[in-house]
C-alpha cells in the first residue's frame, strides 16, 4: 500500500459505525489524549444529533455548547436528543452521549429562524487571516490543512505570518464523514472545527498543557466548502483553568466565534495517522 492510499483510505473511512441505537468508534476516531475519542469527533456527534432533531432549512443552527464532564473512551456509545422548546423563533435541542450508562458528552443546540436583516453598521474589528494552502501531495494530517504561530507550524520564507509566540491561526479541511455513506453537513463541520478552539487558544512555548472541559460554538450563517478556520482572539489563565476564544472562517468569511474553558492537563500526544 501506497502513502498516497494510506491517506485516502484514512479520509474516507468513517469515524462510527452504526449498530442499531449504539455507535462503534473506529481506530481514526482516537484524539491526542490517549485512547480516547476525540473532541473533535464527539462534537461532530453531537451536532449531527441536534441537527436531526431540527429539520426546517428556515432555522439556522446558531449555537452549539458541548460540554466533555469525562473522557469518551474507544468503544461504544449510546445517542438520546429530546427538544426543549419549539417556538416560531426558537428551538432548543438537548443531545447526550452515554457509555456504560454515564454520560460523557452533552451539548444543547440553539436554532433560530432566519429572517429579514435590520439595517444600520456595527461595528467589528476587522481579523485578516492567512491564505488558505494549497493542497499537494499526500494528506498527512486529515484535519489541519496548515497552522501558523502554533503546533506544528512552519514559517513562510518571506515570514509575512508569526512564528510561535505571536498570533494564532489555523485552516482546516473537514471531509472525514462521522458515518459510511453519509457526507458532513456544514453544521457538523463547523461543529468540529470549534473544538480545535482550545488547542489554538491555550498552545504554549512548552505546547499543550491544557484539555477541553466544554465549547460554544456561535454562527451567523452556516460555512460554505469544506475549510474552516479559526483565528485565537484571547486567552486567560491561572490556578490550572485557561479560557479562550476565536473567530471563526470558512472560505469567503467570517462566520462565528467561539470559546472553550480548559483544564491543566499533561500527556499530549497526537497519535500517528
Same mark, same amino acid.
Given at each position: 500500500?501506497?502513502?498516497?492510499?494510506?491517506?485516502?483510505?484514512?479520509?474516507?473511512?468513517?469515524?462510527?459505525?452504526?449498530?442499531?441505537?449504539?455507535?462503534?468508534?473506529?481506530?481514526?476516531?482516537?484524539?491526542?489524549?490517549?485512547?480516547?475519542?476525540?473532541?473533535?469527533?464527539?462534537?461532530?456527534?453531537?451536532?449531527?444529533?441536534?441537527?436531526?432533531?431540527?429539520?426546517?432549512?428556515?432555522?439556522?443552527?446558531?449555537?452549539?455548547?458541548?460540554?466533555?464532564?469525562?473522557?469518551?473512551?474507544?468503544?461504544?456509545?449510546?445517542?438520546?436528543?429530546?427538544?426543549?422548546?419549539?417556538?416560531?423563533?426558537?428551538?432548543?435541542?438537548?443531545?447526550?452521549?452515554?457509555?456504560?450508562?454515564?454520560?460523557?458528552?452533552?451539548?444543547?443546540?440553539?436554532?433560530?429562524?432566519?429572517?429579514?436583516?435590520?439595517?444600520?453598521?456595527?461595528?467589528?474589528?476587522?481579523?485578516?487571516?492567512?491564505?488558505?494552502?494549497?493542497?499537494?501531495?499526500?494528506?498527512?494530517?486529515?484535519?489541519?490543512?496548515?497552522?501558523?504561530?502554533? =503546533? /506544528?507550524?512552519?514559517? +513562510?520564507? $518571506?515570514? #509575512?505570518?508569526?512564528?510561535?509566540?505571536? &498570533?494564532?491561526?489555523?485552516?482546516?479541511? %473537514?471531509?472525514?464523514?462521522?458515518?459510511?455513506?453519509?457526507?458532513?453537513?456544514?453544521?457538523?463541520?463547523?461543529?468540529?472545527?470549534?473544538?480545535?478552539?482550545?488547542?489554538?487558544?491555550?498552545?504554549?512555548?512548552? =505546547? /499543550?498543557?491544557?484539555? +477541553?472541559? $466544554?465549547? #460554544?460554538?456561535?454562527?451567523?450563517?452556516? &460555512?460554505?466548502?469544506?475549510?474552516?478556520? %479559526?483565528?485565537?482572539?484571547?486567552?486567560?489563565?491561572?490556578?490550572?483553568?485557561?479560557?479562550?476564544?476565536?473567530?471563526?472562517?470558512?472560505?469567503?468569511?467570517?462566520?462565528?466565534?467561539?470559546?472553550?474553558?480548559?483544564?491543566?492537563?499533561?500527556?499530549?500526544?497526537?497519535?500517528?495517522?
Amino acid at each position: 500500500m501506497t502513502e498516497a492510499t494510506s491517506s485516502a483510505e484514512t479520509l474516507t473511512t468513517a469515524f462510527f459505525e452504526r449498530r442499531g441505537d449504539s455507535f462503534h468508534p473506529r481506530r481514526i476516531a482516537r484524539g491526542g489524549w490517549g485512547p480516547l475519542i476525540s473532541g473533535h469527533v464527539v462534537g461532530g456527534l453531537l451536532g449531527w444529533a441536534v441537527e436531526q432533531v431540527v429539520d426546517d432549512p428556515d432555522f439556522l443552527p446558531a449555537r452549539l455548547t458541548v460540554d466533555l464532564p469525562r473522557p469518551a473512551a474507544i468503544a461504544p456509545v449510546e445517542l438520546q436528543t429530546r427538544e426543549i422548546r419549539s417556538g416560531k423563533r426558537l428551538r432548543l435541542v438537548e443531545a447526550v452521549i452515554r457509555q456504560d450508562e454515564k454520560v460523557v458528552a452533552q451539548a444543547s443546540g440553539l436554532f433560530l429562524r432566519r429572517g429579514e436583516q435590520p439595517t444600520g453598521k456595527i461595528w467589528s474589528p476587522q481579523i485578516e487571516m492567512p491564505p488558505i494552502p494549497t493542497q499537494s501531495g499526500p494528506i498527512d494530517n486529515p484535519l489541519f490543512l496548515r497552522t501558523y504561530g502554533w =503546533g /506544528l507550524s512552519v514559517q +513562510n520564507p $518571506d515570514e #509575512t505570518w508569526p512564528g510561535e509566540g505571536g &498570533p494564532k491561526y489555523t485552516w482546516l479541511k %473537514l471531509v472525514q464523514p462521522l458515518f459510511d455513506d453519509e457526507p458532513l453537513t456544514p453544521f457538523i463541520r463547523v461543529a468540529m472545527a470549534a473544538d480545535v478552539t482550545a488547542s489554538l487558544v491555550n498552545w504554549s512555548s512548552d =505546547g /499543550l498543557k491544557f484539555i +477541553n472541559a $466544554d465549547y #460554544t460554538l456561535t454562527l451567523s450563517r452556516l &460555512p460554505e466548502g469544506a475549510v474552516i478556520g %479559526l483565528a485565537s482572539q484571547s486567552h486567560s489563565t491561572q490556578d490550572g483553568i485557561a479560557t479562550g476564544s476565536a473567530v471563526i472562517f470558512d472560505e469567503i468569511g467570517e462566520i462565528g466565534s467561539s470559546i472553550s474553558v480548559s483544564v491543566a492537563q499533561s500527556g499530549f500526544a497526537p497519535p500517528s495517522r
